[in-house]
Nanobody, 125 residues
Framework: VRLVESGGGSVQAGGSLRLSCVVSGYISSRYCMAWFRQAPAKEREGIASVDNYGISSVKDSVKGRFSISQDSAENTLYLQMNSLKPEDTAIYYC????????????????????WGQGTQVTVSS
């Protein structure tokens, strides 16, 4: 399985970006896909996820500004980011996991075994 992100860049505060993550290979009929980000000197955090049923969740801190979606036909995961703020500056990663129900809902508690290389998002004030 290979994950390749794209769509990062530099924008001014208030701008928008849409990140894409193309998935090559087969994960499972039960999967959990997610977007994580890591800002300088900060821990990586999960910000949005979606499972094979299409059930999605978004971290409260970005809810209303970020949304996650997937195009199964194109094997692509998206993260739409609107009203960007300087604190959104980070490297954004997409990740994939077998969806293990015993680990809770699709989200950061799952074991993500596949990761993309990351794409830089820089938001200037």
């Amino acid at each position: 399985v290979r994950l390749v992100e794209s769509g990062g860049g530099s924008v001014q505060a208030g701008g928008s970006l849409r990140l894409s993550c193309v998935v090559s290979g087969y994960i499972s009929s039960r999967y959990c896909m997610a977007w994580f980000r890591q800002a300088p000197a900060k821990e990586r955090e999960g910000i949005a996820s979606v499972d094979n049923y299409g059930i999605s969740s978004v971290k409260d801190s970005v809810k209303g500004r970020f949304s996650i979606s997937q195009d199964s036909a194109e094997n692509t995961l998206y993260l739409q980011m609107n009203s960007l703020k300087p604190e959104d500056t980070a490297i954004y990663y997409c990740a994939a996991a077998y969806f293990l129900y015993g680990l809770g809902p699709c989200g950061p508690t799952q074991h993500f075994g596949w990761w993309g290389q990351g794409t830089q998002v820089t938001v200037s004030s």
